[in-house]
C-alpha cells in the first residue's frame, strides 16, 4: 500500500466516523512531512480523491506556508536573531516564521462558524520565489471561503509537533553523541526555537487527525529541498540557491557551510590536545570544542579557571568583568602586565593578549559591563552553554542561578578566603555513564547512589569487564543551598563535626568586604553571623569552631596563589567533566580547608 492509499484509507474512515449533521466543526487534518517529502503532492491528491469519493462535501486544502510572515516582519527576526547569533532564524521554516495570529484566526473561523453564521474567510498566499527565493506573501493572491466548509486539509512540515520540557531538552542535547544533528547548534539556539513552537500548541488543538510523512535519515531533507527548490526555479524563473536553503532547513536539518569546524578536529588541534585526547577522548575533546562558556569576573579563581580551560581547548570563552586593577591583583592574578602604572585601569583589556598567547584556537571575549547591568539582560546568557562566576554576592547568585535556571544553563559559583574556599554547583539535570568494575552483588538500577544520584541503568561491558552504570544527578537551585538542612539528616556524626567550616564561608556572604585589603572583618560579627548560619542550616554546635572563625575572620576575601590554583583547577575540571559524562559531577557544595588539606563534598 502507498502512502497516498494509506492515508486515503485513515481519513476516508475518520469521514465515515464523523457525524457532519450534527457536528459543531469541521474535520481538520493536519498532514506533516519533512520539506521535500511529498506532503504537498499528498495533500493535493489526498484531497481530489476524497472530493471524488464524498461529492457532498466540501472540502479546502491550504499550507500553514501561506501564513509565513511577511517579507518586512521575517527580516525584522532576521536582524533579531543575528543579534543572537541564531540562524535556525535567518529565513522562512522554522516555528517563530509564521504569523500566528493571522493562522489562529483563519482557523477559528473556520472551525467555529461552521454551523454560526458564515462570514467569508481569506486564506493567504506566500509566494515562495519573490525576492529570488527567499519569499513573502502576495498581497493579490489567496482564496476566499465564501461558504463553511466541512474537510479541512492543512499540510505543514511540523504539524502537529509539539515542544519539549526545557530540562528534556537539555538532557538529550548533552546526551546526544558529539557527530550528532543536535550537536550541529547551540543549546540556546535550539531551546529558543523549542519555546517558539509552544506557541503552536493552541494551533494543532485545532486539528481533529494528523498524517505524519517520516523519512529514515534527516538527511534526506536538504536533498529534496534541493529538488524542490530547482523545480521552483524551472517554473517561475527565481528561487534560492542551494547554499541559501542550509538556512531554511527544519531544526535537525540545518546544514551549515563548514561543518568540519563543529564536528571534527584538525590535525593540528589533534597535535596540540594529544595528551588530553589520551586522557578523556576524542568525544569530550569534541564537546570542549564546540561549547562556548561565560567566565564572571577575572580575579584569582577567575585567572586559574580561564587558564585551565583556554589551555583544555574551549570553543569560546567570554569573560565579564568591569573591576579596574588594583595593587593586591598582582600578587594572584598572573595574567596582568607587571607594571604598577596600570593601577586603575579597567583589567580585561589589559589581560587578553596574554590570555590568548596560551591558546590561539580559542575564541576569547571580554565584556567590561558592570554584573548587576547584566543581568538586568537575561537574554544576554542565552548564548552560552555554561557559566562559571567567582566572587560574586549572594544577591547576584541568587539572580544568576534564576536565569541560568530559566536557560537550563549549568552554573558553578566559587570565591576563595585565604586558605578558604567553595564551589557551589546547579547543573540542573544531568546524566552521566561510569564504568565501575563489576561487583559480586548486581549493581540495582533505581537506587540512590547518594542524596539527589540515582543509577537509572547498568550495561555490562564484557569486552573491558565492567558495568557501564548510568547515574542521574538532580541539583538544588543555589537560593534552596543557602538554607538546606539535608547536611543534618543524612551526614553521620563525624561528619558533622568537621562541618565547620561551610557554615563560616556562608556566614561570610553576609558580611561587607573590608574597605582595605589589610583590614579584617570584625570578629564578633561574623561569630554572629555563624551561629545565625548554623540555626538556618539546622547544624549542631558540636562543630563550632572559634579557632576557625578567627582564622576566616583574618583571612576572607583575601587572594592566595595556592588557593586559587586548586580551586581554579576544580572548576576547570568539573566543567570538563560536565562535558565528558564520563563521571559524576559533584553535587552541590565543595569546601577547601588547605589547613586541613581537605575538599569535603556536602549534598544541599
Known amino acids: 500500500m502507498t502512502t497516498l492509499e494509506a492515508s486515503i484509507k485513515f481519513v476516508s474512515k475518520a469521514i465515515d466516523l464523523h457525524d457532519f449533521k450534527h457536528a459543531l466543526k469541521p474535520l481538520t487534518v493536519g498532514v506533516s512531512g519533512p520539506q521535500g517529502s511529498g506532503k504537498t503532492y499528498l495533500a493535493s491528491h489526498l484531497t481530489q480523491t476524497l472530493r471524488d469519493n464524498y461529492p457532498k462535501l466540501r472540502f479546502i486544502q491550504f499550507s500553514v506556508d501561506d501564513f509565513y510572515l511577511k517579507r518586512s516582519e521575517q527580516e525584522k527576526v532576521t536582524q533579531e536573531a543575528a543579534q543572537d547569533d541564531n540562524k535556525l532564524l535567518f529565513g522562512r521554516g522554522l516555528p517563530g516564521t509564521h504569523d500566528l495570529s493571522l493562522l489562529q484566526s483563519v482557523l477559528h473561523r473556520i472551525c467555529n462558524n461552521y454551523k454560526n453564521d458564515w462570514v467569508p474567510v481569506t486564506i493567504p498566499f506566500y509566494d515562495k520565489s519573490a525576492f529570488g527565493g527567499l ?25 502537529g509537533f509539539m515542544p519539549l520540557d526545557q530540562n528534556l531538552l537539555s538532557i538529550r542535547y548533552f546526551t546526544s553523541p558529539v557527530d550528532s544533528i543536535l550537536q550541529r547548534h547551540r543549546l540556546y539556539q535550539l531551546q529558543d526555537i523549542n519555546l517558539r513552537l509552544s506557541k503552536y500548541s493552541s494551533i494543532w488543538e485545532m486539528f481533529t487527525h494528523f498524517v505524519i510523512l517520516q523519512t529514515d535519515t534527516v538527511e534526506n531533507v536538504y536533498k529534496w529541498r534541493i529538488e524542490q527548490e530547482h523545480a521552483l526555479i524551472a517554473l517561475k524563473g527565481q528561487g534560492m540557491c542551494d547554499e541559501e536553503k542550509a538556512f531554511s532547513s527544519p531544526p535537525g536539518s540545518h546544514i551549515e557551510n563548514d561543518m568540519t569546524t563543529e564536528t571534527e578536529l584538525t590535525a593540528d588541534e589533534i597535535a596540540l590536545y594529544d595528551r588530553q585526547i589520551r586522557l578523556w577522548g576524542m568525544a569530550t575533546q569534541l564537546r570542549l570544542r564546540s561549547t562556548k562558556i561565560l567566565v564572571i569576573n577575572l580575579g584569582a579563581v577567575g585567572t586559574e579557571c580561564v587558564k585551565n580551560l583556554v589551555l583544555g581547548g574551549l570553543n569560546s570563552i567570554e569573560i565579564l568583568d568591569s573591576s579596574v586593577v588594583k595593587e593586591e591583583d598582582f600578587t594572584a592574578q598572573f595574567f596582568l602586565p607587571n607594571d604598577l602604572s596600570i593601577v586603575g585601569q579597567l583589567k580585561l583589556p589589559l589581560v ?29 546568557f542565552k548564548k552560552f552553554d555554561f557559566v562559571v562566576a567567582t566572587e560574586i554576592s549572594k544577591p547576584q547568585i541568587f539572580r544568576l542561578n534564576e536565569i541560568t535556571r530559566k536557560l537550563n544553563i549549568p552554573l558553578h559559583v566559587s570565591g576563595m578566603h585565604g586558605y578558604f574556599g567553595y564551589i557551589i554547583a546547579d547543573l540542573i539535570q544531568h546524566t552521566s555513564y561510569n564504568e565501575y568494575n563489576k561487583s559480586s552483588k548486581p549493581r540495582k538500577v533505581n537506587v540512590e547512589m547518594a542524596r539527589n544520584k540515582k543509577i537509572t541503568a547498568v550495561k555490562p561491558d564484557r569486552e573491558k569487564h565492567v558495568d557501564v552504570v ?10 534552596h543551598v543557602f538554607r538546606s538542612q539535608e547536611i543534618a539528616k543524612y551526614a553521620s556524626q563525624r561528619e558533622l563535626r568537621r562541618c565547620s567550616v561551610l557554615p563560616i564561608i556562608f556566614a561570610l556572604f553576609d558580611i561587607s568586604r573590608p574597605s582595605k585589603p589589610s583590614d579584617e572583618v570584625d570578629i564578633d560579627l561574623l561569630t554572629e553571623k555563624v551561629k545565625e548560619t548554623y540555626r538556618t542550616l539546622n547544624l549542631p554546635l558540636s562543630s563550632f569552631s572559634e579557632d576557625d572563625i578567627k582564622k576566616l575572620s583574618q583571612q576572607a576575601f583575601a587572594e592566595f596563589s595556592p588557593t586559587a590554583a586548586v580551586l581554579g583547577g576544580t572548576l576547570a575540571q568539573e566543567v570538563i567533566r560536565f562535558l565528558s559524562k564520563n563521571n559524576t559531577p559533584m553535587n552541590n557544595v565543595i569546601i577547601l580547608d588547605a589547613t586541613k588539606a581537605v575538599m569535603p563534598i556536602y549534598s544541599m
Open 135 to 159: 519569499g513573502d506573501r502576495s498581497s493579490t493572491e489567496g482564496c476566499t471561503l465564501n461558504e463553511p466548509v466541512d474537510v479541512v486539509i492543512c499540510e505543514g512540515w511540523f504539524n
Open 352 to 380: 587578553v593578549d596574554n590570555i590568548k598567547e596560551l591558546n590561539t584556537k580559542v575564541d576569547l571575549s571580554i565584556n567590561t559591563t558592570h554584573l548587576d547591568d547584566a543581568l538586568s539582560n537575561p537574554n544576554y
Open 470 to 479: 548510568t547515574v542521574e544527578d538532580v541539583f538544588s537551585p543555589l537560593e
